[in-house]
């Protein structure tokens, strides 16, 4: 199992950039897919990016898609969210998961972390 610790959560104005980090406690490079989700108040957590170690395969949702990035990196066990051009909809509890395939990271992980706020403003 991996340990995933989020972080960059915060306030911003719509049309502003975030970054966030996932550290991992392991080396995810050679053993797990990557992803993050988000869960707005009210809401059901949805599925945000992925991406796959080998051969650089990313996912994203069609609401980020243009607007978010996904990459990582592996020297630092580490996975990121660079978030522009956000809009209040962005608004949410966002989560790094971890999962030993890309199917199992984009729809049931098994490995979550604690969740970083990010908040958008009008």
């Known amino acids: 199992q991996v340990q995933l610790v989020e972080s960059g959560g915060g306030l911003v104005q719509a049309g502003g950039s975030l970054r966030l980090s996932c550290a991992a406690s392991?080396?995810?490079?050679?053993?797990?897919?990557m992803a993050w989700f988000r869960q707005a108040p009210g809401k059901e957590r949805e599925f945000v990016a992925a991406?796959?170690?080998?051969?650089?395969?990313?996912y994203y949702a069609d609401s980020v898609k243009g607007r978010f990035t996904i990459s990582g990196d592996a020297a630092k066990n580490t996975v990121y969210l660079q978030m522009n051009s956000l809009k209040p909809e962005d608004t949410a509890v966002y989560y790094c998961a971890a999962d030993t395939s890309l199917v199992g990271v984009r729809t049931t992980p098994k490995n979550w972390g604690q969740g970083t706020q990010v908040t958008v403003s009008s």
């Open positions: 991406k796959s170690w080998s051969g650089y395969t990313t």
């Open positions: 392991g080396r995810i490079a050679s053993n797990y897919d």
